[in-house]
């Protein structure tokens, strides 16, 4: 038999769907109660970031792990860029986390651009098994981290609303300023990125307080501190609900993970 052309790519193309029934493994039952961190309880897909991929089975997915930081807060290990978990929702149609990246707020009150350079952002749009922005998420702040020094196109500094410094560049906050109330909540840029500037999206709960006339009225110092009040807040992250695992917690069983199979298994509960 000629072997698949494609053997590397298995992993990838197998989706998790399907459950297995894991009786033979009923020790795995009470490891994979949920995750306790910082006062909230992490259930699957969720699992503690310091015993995922150490067993035979996982207690969550990948890329849903959780760590408890030095001060007991809970820390979503997200690739490239770790966010503070403050609030986790489970409602089945509202499965959501509110996530803060409490290191780029520090890093930009301290006019350091190290974690905005390397800012990862999820995507938009509900996964199974991955979080995500929710779909055709509208909320971002649009920054252009600049050379300090290089002439700027003049629609960048009319409608920059913000500036600060940024190590040995100039970050300048960018807001959409039209008065079509058609495109008034949609903040995100349009046009070709100036020369010796980077744009970066950073998602917010919200962008209708930089329009109003109040934020408008302060200084450049205050509306600054407004910015990163309002990064402190967070924003969301979704994910979709798991057939398997709803029908596992019927049964009273806590769902797991087998990575060599690439499907959601169920440890205890009894057979329908």
Known sequence: MRPPLFPALTIFLVPIFGTAQSREYPSYYDPCRPFPCGGINFP????????????????????????????????????????QVRALYLDRQDLAVTVVNAQL?????????????????????VKIDNLSLPPQW??????????????????????????ASCG?????????????????????????TPDGCRLVEVPVSDVLGLRSSGFMNKSN????????????????LV????PE???????GGRCGFDASLGKVICFGGSRK
Do not use: H
């Open 44 to 83: 699957f897909p969720f699992s503690d970031a310091a015993t995922f991929g150490t067993g035979r089975f996982d207690c969550g997915l990948p890329r849903f792990q959780v760590s408890c930081d030095a001060a007991g807060r809970p820390v979503l290990d997200l690739p490239g860029t770790p966010y």
């Open 105 to 125: 707020i520090k890093d930009l009150a301290a006019g350091s651009c190290e974690s905005l350079t390397n800012l990862t952002v999820p995507s938009s749009g």
């Open 138 to 163: 509208r909320f971002n702040l649009t920054f252009f981290k600049c050379a300090a020094g290089i002439a700027l196109p003049r629609e960048l500094t009319d409608s920059a609303v913000v500036n």
């Open 168 to 192: 040995d560049a100039e970050l300048y906050l960018w807001m959409n300023r039209s008065s079509d109330q058609s495109i008034g909540a949609d903040n995100s840029y349009g046009g070709e």
């Open 221 to 236: 110092g205050e509306r600054w501190r407004f910015v990163l009040d309002l990064m402190g807040k967070g924003f969301r």
């Open 239 to 242: 994910w979709s609900a798991i």
């Open 245 to 251: 695992c709803d029908r596992c917690q019927l049964r």
